[in-house]
């Protein structure tokens, strides 16, 4: 499972069970039994953080039960979901639980982070963090601060994983460009530097993905 600035509720109908697998900064290797039986939804982690209940921050890289991420309330009422019989009605209470929960929070939405976030997104992962600060008249520690609560990512390893996925689609799609080109166009100082960020990243060479 590779980054990609997401995360997940992910909820076993076997075990009755939920939890909340945080945003992740390197790939993971997960294996499943074949009698698996999971629902999940995906959430860019910008929209997810005014749903928790803690900084996103304390769930980098964890799974963590959802009894320490939503309210009582809402955490009790997920309870449900084991009794409903089909798979149709389960997805449309999750639909439902998540609709509702948005406008319960809608107040807590961090708009300057959520900006930062799309900011980022847009320019694909190339961005200048200073100017980012300077340009929405708050402190430097201050952006990192309340980005790192609210995203669970400092600004640089939210940009580098946003940087990682734009230059491994561009490597699958353009395959009669260089890998070189690839770097630069990608915001890499070179090859070598786009390989170390894929290694570290994805556990694979950039040429993996061709």
Do not use: W
């Not at 945003?23 to 009698?35: D, G, V, W």
């Not at 976030?117 to 961005?127: E, F, K, T």
Request: glycine share 4%.
């Amino acid at each position: 499972v590779l980054p990609d600035t997401c995360t997940d509720l992910i909820f076993d109908l076997n075990q009755n069970m939920g939890f909340l697998s945080g945003i992740m900064t390197n790939y993971q290797l997960l294996e499943l039994a074949t009698e698996s039986n999971l629902i999940g939804i995906r959430f860019k982690t910008e929209k997810f953080g005014s749903l928790s209940k803690i900084p996103l921050n304390e769930t980098k890289n964890l799974r963590v039960e959802l009894s320490e991420v939503f309210p009582a309330k809402n955490f009790n009422s997920l309870n449900q979901l084991n009794e409903l019989e089909t798979l149709t009605d389960k997805v449309n209470f999750l639909e439902s639980f998540i609709e509702t929960s948005f406008k319960e929070n809608y107040r807590r939405q961090d708009q300057f982070i959520l900006s930062v976030a799309q900011n980022i997104r847009s320019s694909n992962g190339i961005v200048n963090i200073g100017a980012i600060a300077k340009s929405h008249h708050i402190s430097l520690r201050q952006l990192e601060r309340r980005f790192k609560s609210y995203i669970g990512l400092t600004v640089k390893d939210f940009s580098n994983i946003v940087r990682f996925n734009n230059a491994k689609k561009a490597i699958a799609t353009q395959t009669k460009t260089s890998l070189l080109e690839i770097a630069f166009d990608t915001g890499f100082f070179d090859h070598s530097h786009m390989t170390y960020e894929f290694k570290r990243i994805s556990g694979e060479n950039p040429s993996f993905f061709r």
